[in-house]
């Protein structure tokens, strides 16, 4: 009962379960698309009812795990939106409007705008939108759910809900997909019977779309992780696999693997700078996607229709969009930037930390803290996070947040009854979050005067146990 309670209860464990369940939703989903692309014009049923079979069984069982641990969280006492753990409430949401949407295409689209359409008639019916922009909330549970945990270091539960967003995508826009159609190959079905100027646009469409989403994923994990070596291969591997699937292009298949390969090169060699690469990381992902792929193409047996300009042109533009991605979609400067005019940036009037207990900037400190315990980044520039004791490592803001948890903690279970309301107070609004100070205030049978001065009470509690902390630390 311990371990099946473990899968309810520890939000890693919740993690870890609905990105296998997603995993194979999301593999269905490809094994269906190749039963509708593999052959023009022909719908191969096998694969289409083992791909569906897979869809309709991931889909169910995710639905109902999550159904399962919202209603335990609500009998634990816990409001509506914060019964799932973090980054779960969009999930099971967006499990239901694709349950939703599936029963709108079954019961009413296809019957009436017809079930055998095959290609962008298909892929882009109402329905399915809603379906595929559905299933990228629900595969990217777990990555909301690690950065609002503020997790540093991305772990495999966390690369592989990105990599799965990140095929999401590349479902979205199959048909400008150069796995899927090597427009540029010499012995490509389809280029023979398009004229020549056709071929080159869908190619170089197709480059430049999807060397800009795989930029955009590595822009999104190496700015709000800690990436491991390998990370990024592990991404774009995954994803290169299932693409690779819709049409057996598998000997395309190193272009997004020596992409990986490189953007992790890239981040490593970073490190040594302050700050994380961001235009350049893009421009490498990028630009080695382009040149591993048309690479690959011209080494094929039937080599390339695309002359040495196009060639290199193709590379060029798709390292510069990626580039140009970079420098418009980055969060924040790198370090290296900021900090020759942080003279400049820093605001006089900012409250400092002190061990005066008779400073009122303490108890609004330790409240603004309480107040972003939920989002790393404004956390990690709280004062609090600045202190000896708490920035031993590289994220002050998990060290700040595990303090403060602990403290609360702590006082929640002091032997005083002042100063256990006052932690029970902290623990269900800061923490649990179980819902607003009005319902804290009933659940804790307090009156309103009652209940503000222990969350006072409260505030100057945890800054005290912080100095002690800061004293002896």
């Known amino acids: 009962m311990k371990v099946l309670r473990r899968f309810v209860d520890d939000p890693g464990a919740v993690d870890a379960v609905v990105i296998v369940l997603a995993t194979w939703f999301v593999l269905g989903g490809y094994v269906a698309a190749y039963a ?141 997909h150069p796995l899927i159609d090597p427009w540029p190959a010499g012995d490509y079905e389809f280029r023979i019977a398009a004229q020549t100027w056709i071929g080159e646009n869908m190619g170089m469409a197709a480059l430049l779309a999807q060397t800009a989403i ?120 790198p370090a290296a930037v900021v900090e020759p005019y942080a003279v400049f940036m820093d605001a006089p009037s900012e409250e400092r930390w002190t061990l005066d207990p008779d400073r009122a900037a303490r108890e609004h400190l330790v409240r603004a803290a309480l107040d972003d315990l939920g989002t790393p980044e404004a956390l990690g520039r709280s004062p609090l996070a600045r202190l000896p004791s708490v920035s031993k490592s590289e994220s002050a803001a998990v060290e700040l947040r595990a303090l403060l948890v602990d403290v609360i903690g702590e006082l929640a279970a002091s032997s005083s009854p002042r100063d256990a309301e006052s932690g029970h107070l902290l623990l269900d609004y800061y923490v649990r979050r179980v819902g607003s100070h009005e319902l804290i205030m009933e659940r804790l049978h307090m009156s309103r005067p009652t209940y503000y001065r222990r969350l006072h009470h409260g505030f100057e509690l945890v800054a005290d146990r912080i100095d002690q902390i800061s004293v002896t630390g």
């Not at 593999?38 to 991931?58: D, N, Y």
């Not at 994803?239 to 049409?247: D, E, M, Q, R, S």
């Not at 990986?260 to 700078?273: K, L, Q």
């Open 36 to 176: 509708y692309v593999h052959e023009p014009g022909v719908v191969l049923v096998g694969p289409s009812k083992a791909g569906l079979t897979t869809v309709t069984a991931a889909w169910s069982l995710l639905t109902l795990y999550l159904f399962v641990v919202f209603a335990r969280g609500l009998r634990e006492g816990r409001v509506w939106n914060r019964a799932l753990p973090d980054g779960q409430t969009g999930t099971f949401a967006a499990a239901l409007i694709f349950g939703a949407a599936w029963i709108l295409d079954q019961a009413f689209w296809s019957p009436v705008f017809g079930s055998n359409a095959i290609g962008l008639d298909s892929l882009f019916t109402p329905p399915h939108l809603v379906e595929i922009a559905a299933t990228a909330i629900i595969v990217s549970g777990p990555l909301r759910a690690a950065a609002r945990r503020g997790e540093t270091v991305a772990s495999p539960v966390t690369l592989t809900s990105a990599a799965l967003l990140l095929s999401a995508l590349t479902f979205a826009t199959q048909f400008a």
């Open 214 to 333: 795989l930029a955009g994923t590595g822009l999104l994990l190496n700015s709000g992780f800690k990436l491991r070596p390998g990370s990024l291969t592990f991404v774009f591997a995954l994803n290169g696999i299932l693409v690779c699937i819709t049409k057996g292009h598998f000997s395309l298949l190193p272009a997004p693997i020596l992409a990986g390969i490189a953007a992790d090169a890239w981040v490593a060699w970073s490190g040594r700078r302050p700050g994380k690469p961001s235009a350049s990381l893009c421009a490498v992902i990028g630009g080695t996607y382009a040149f591993a792929y048309m690479a690959e193409i011209s080494l094929l047996p039937g080599g390339t229709t695309w002359g040495a300009s196009l060639w290199a042109g193709a590379i060029i533009a798709c390292t510069m969009l990626s580039w140009l991605m970079g420098r418009v979609l980055r969060a924040g400067l």
